[in-house]
């Protein structure tokens, strides 16, 4: 055996008992007792103003130190958000990482925190405790009037005109990838990891690591995709300072490579008049001639490479799973994909193609409904304030999350099952309430790179479906709760096994 293959061969051998120990936490942790009072006893949030006639929030701490994370990360948040609503009411708080979060998991509570119409919550404090080392001065974690400065030279960057160079750059960096993944039994999380990652170094970067081969990419870009992952986990850290082997130092060493990576780049981004994204921020201007200095380009660059990458991975792996499990809506999508036409012209979608598949546009509506990548968004109140009646003191960090909204029977018919038709006119259920559906947030730290990560996951799955039909051996991991590891941002617990049929 060459050392080559002995050392894939470990590799493979390593993340096989990776997953087997991720399964078999994540089983042993759903039986960890809880929710409330199970551990510990009820106590007020804090007492409201005399007078006011708010009322009290209630809530308990739970474990010692990392309070109910285990059982939220670990028993998915939405049974978790369940038990807590059903102990205390519609807002409650518990305890995570010694602070004590608000759940924030109703429309009309979300509606309120998002808009943020009277500038009580804060992004920056709400995101800061959780990854601020990480990825600090990036857009989500700035407030105004940094926040409204920023986003406003940012946004020339996602222009029409921007949007239409970088999908032109789209189709054949994933065809060539998706080629070469070749068909039969494959893990698609990682693949679609991968995929995703050297998207973003071609359209972000416009590098090419492999020289146009391919092949997977090569070491370094293999390291800064680590450091990524890295800086993305070591915010649910339990050992939350820089300790040796802990997430928190991995993190800390990661985001310290990703600033040497980027800065390295500038100067030949500075001088280019390319249509990758790095060079769009370096020359970014707003209306009123305010452009970024090299540090904003390093901060920005890092927090929307991160942004980009596990959001649009995680959408094309939820997809996939659903249409594996759903094979009749697995031929509709297909059959309006091969009306494109023979490749490679048919592979390659532009936006108003991409107005054209219907039914995979219903299908990623669902597949973020059921499963939101950024399932729970950071904020803290920064003055005391109310919340649909309640006192909440001035410090409380809140926990904004999609999953109980996006489950609410009182929003959603039968909300726990695929049904991509429910978006449809004449149903449009995501229109019952401003705020029952928004897997990209709203308000002003509204995803601004929306339409982009949309056209990006329908063309990977144009692309697949195109070539294969696709079947998930993995039968026992059946529904959402089960199957999806919620430490950080959700991914499928197996890491997704599918086999690839080419279709003749
Ligand atoms: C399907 C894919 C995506 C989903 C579901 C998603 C989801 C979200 C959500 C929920 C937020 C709001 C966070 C908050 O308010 O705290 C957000 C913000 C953001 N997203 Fe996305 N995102 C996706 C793709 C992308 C892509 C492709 C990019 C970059 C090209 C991007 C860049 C950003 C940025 C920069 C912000 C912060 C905006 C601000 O604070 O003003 N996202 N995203």
Known sequence: MTEQASGSTATAVRTSLERSARIALHRVAKRLPGPPPALSRSRPLATPPPGSGLKVVMGDYGYPVIGWA??????????????????????????????????????????????????????EHGWSWIIGPFFHRGIMLLDDPDHHRDRRIMQQAFTRRRLEAYLARLAPVTASRIDAWGSGRLHAYPRLKQLTLDVATDVFLDERPDGG????????????????????????????????????????????????????????????????LLTALCHAESEDGERFSDDDVVNHIIFLMMAAHDTSTITTSSILWFLAKHPEWQER????????????????????????????????????????????????????????????????????????VHYDPELWTDPHTFDPERFAEGRREDKRHPYGYFPFGGGAHKCIGMHFGQMEVKTIVHQL??????????????????????TSLPKPLDDLPIVLEPIS
């Not at 807590?84 to 990482?97: E, H, I, K, N, Q």
């Not at 820089?242 to 040497?260: M, S």
């Not at 070539?467 to 919620?486: C, E, G, N």
Request: neutral net charge.
């Open 213 to 276: 081969s391919g092949r997977p990419s090569g070491p370094t870009i293999n390291r800064v995709n680590q450091a990524f992952i890295d800086c993305v986990r070591a915010g649910t850290g339990v050992i939350r300072t820089d300790v040796p082997l802990t997430r928190w130092h991995r993190g800390l060493q990661g985001r310290a490579l990703l600033e040497d990576y980027f800065r390295d780049k500038l100067p030949a981004h500075r001088r280019s008049d390319g249509d990758d």
């Open 333 to 404: 999508v297909r059959e309006e994909s091969l009306a494109m036409g023979a490749a490679p012209d048919g592979d390659v979608l532009d936006m108003r193609a991409i107005g054209q598949l219907t039914s995979l546009d219903l299908v990623m509506k669902e597949a973020l409904r059921m499963v939101p990548p950024v399932f729970a968004m950071g904020r803290m109140a920064v003055q005391d304030t109310e919340l649909d009646g309640y006192f909440v003191p001035a410090g409380t960090p809140a926990s904004v999350s999609s999953l109980p």
């Open 70 to 123: 285990a059982n939220w990360m670990y028993a998915s948040p939405l049974p978790w958000s369940d038990a807590v609503r059903d102990t205390y009411g519609p807002l409650a708080w518990s305890g995570m990482f010694t602070k004590r979060v608000i759940n924030v998991g109703t429309a009309d509570t979300v509606q309120q925190v998002l808009i943020n119409r009277e500038g009580h919550w804060s992004s």
């Open 465 to 486: 479906l195109r070539r294969h039909r696709i079947t998930a051996p993995a039968a026992d991991l059946t529904s959402v709760a089960t199957s999806w590891d919620w």
